[in-house]
């Protein structure tokens, strides 16, 4: 019987590459401390997932017919652990894998023999496997919707011929940064230069876990701190944030308007009370509304003089957080893009004279960002693009500026989460 961690993990790849799903944020909690196996391996067979199905297939009698997901989930971890996880002794990763094979859920009993002979041959020398595997091309390990979100990421920036560079960047592990909500810095976490507030773990450093229990910090990536650190000095007294949840982003704009009335919008019901929990934790206030932003916004009769639209996207430019998202099946695209302009159009509608508009998403892809810009311009010639951010933040044409209307910060340089956004002033 293999272990839970492994079973979590067989899990997870079956939901992704049968199913098309993501694997959820909390896979792993019941795991204590075999959880740092769970998501080394996880995250191993979904970034080079390409690649050890490359590895496989020759070795097969018939390879152009393929096999089944559970016997390529029951390969793939164990080939994983024979390349990468020196930890991991040649008798757990193959016998585990032959295991998982015989499952009648999750492997394909009629190919334990495959596991075995492929696995036991593999483990004899594991420094070649490891070498054989890393020889293959890495653009294996890339779904053409991974291409495209990474040459859009790239296109604004003139940087041809990168396109390798950053998917080798977005393969690390992800490196979580907080921001400072309160007290001292505490210690393990150190300053990032230019970014008051942002802080990012020292070397070796454990997870502060206590002073983020304690609403002393929260998790918040750069790219969204950047973001919210807009140069902006008119009067802000009404804020909309249309799409709120969990909150990190009303957490910064409470804290940066203090005297500011907030109304906070979230449409699904959980996501909605875990905002006014994260709210509440943090004594903050804000008016949390559970709606639907757009058909809110229709009837409200209100103004404000901030709206966020920090939009629901593909998330495209999360890969090196999730790297499942390169194998999803991204069908609801264009039921995104029209939700965003819904929500734009709706939100342009509820600026005050003078008033500023943020647009967000954590994406790529230009369908969901700088491509609805033109259309709102169009049908809203009162708002016009407001340089709130250094010119840093946006495109190579935009450092000849000072400042920038646009925000997108090079993947290369820059090392948050992949972003674009844009800001408007209503005149
Ligand atoms: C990118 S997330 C927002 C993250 C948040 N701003 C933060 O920084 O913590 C987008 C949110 O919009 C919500 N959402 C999706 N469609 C919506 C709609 N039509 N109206 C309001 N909220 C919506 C999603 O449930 C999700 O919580």
Request: neutral net charge; glycine residues 8%; proline residues 8%.
């Amino acid at each position: 019987m293999p272990t839970p961690a492994r079973l979590h993990v067989a899990h997870a790849l079956h939901e992704v590459f049968g199913e098309g799903g993501r694997v959820p944020d909390i896979w792993d909690r019941e795991l204590g401390e075999d959880a740092h196996l769970a998501q080394a391996l996880l995250g191993l067979c979904l970034r080079r997932w390409g690649r050890l199905q490359a590895w496989v297939k020759p070795k097969l009698k018939d390879p152009d017919r393929g096999v089944p997901l559970g016997t390529r989930v029951s390969l793939a971890m164990g080939l994983a652990q024979l390349a990468w996880l020196p930890g991991v002794s040649d008798h757990a990763a193959v016998n585990e894998a032959v295991d998982l094979a015989a499952d009648r859920d999750l492997g394909f009993l009629p190919h334990k023999g495959l596991v075995n002979a492929l696995l036991r041959r593999a483990a004899k020398d594991r420094s070649a496997l490891a070498a054989e595997l890393e020889a293959l091309p890495a653009a294996l390990d890339r779904s053409p919707v991974a291409e495209r979100a990474l040459q859009a990421a790239l296109a604004p920036h003139q940087t041809e011929g990168e396109l390798e560079a950053l998917w080798a960047r977005l393969q690390q592990p992800p490196r979580p940064d907080f921001r400072l909500l309160k007290g001292e810095v505490p210690e393990g976490l150190v300053s990032v230069a230019g970014l008051p507030g942002c802080l990012c773990l020292a070397e070796g450093a454990p997870f502060p876990r206590p002073w983020l229990e304690a609403s002393g910090g929260m998790v918040q990536d750069r790219s969204s701190q950047a973001l919210l650190a807009y140069a902006w000095d008119r009067p802000v007294t009404r804020i909309l944030d249309a799409c709120a949840a969990p909150g990190g982003k009303t957490t910064t704009l409470a804290l940066r308007h203090p005297g500011a009335k907030i109304t906070a919008l979230e449409v699904h019901p959980k996501r909605a009370a875990r905002l006014r929990q994260t709210l509440e934790q943090r004594g903050l206030q804000a008016q949390v509304v559970e709606a639907d932003a757009a058909q809110w916004l229709e009837v409200c009769g209100a103004t404000f003089d901030l709206i966020l639209l920090d939009a629901p996207c593909s998330g495209s430019g999360t890969l090196q957080k999730h790297p499942e998202w390169p194998w999803l099946k991204h069908e609801d695209l264009p039921r995104l893009t029209g939700l965003q302009r819904r929500l734009l159009a709706a939100a342009a509608q509820r600026l005050a004279p003078g008033g500023l508009l943020i647009y967000a998403v954590c994406s790529w892809l230009p369908e969901e960002g700088v491509s609805h810009l033109g259309w709102l311009e169009e049908a809203h010639p009162e708002l016009r693009p407001a340089q709130v951010w250094p010119a840093a933040m946006g495109a190579a044409r935009d450092t000849e500026r000072e400042a920038t209307a646009l925000f997108r910060p090079h993947p290369l340089a820059w090392e948050g989460e992949g972003f674009q956004g844009f800001a408007l002033q209503r005149s």
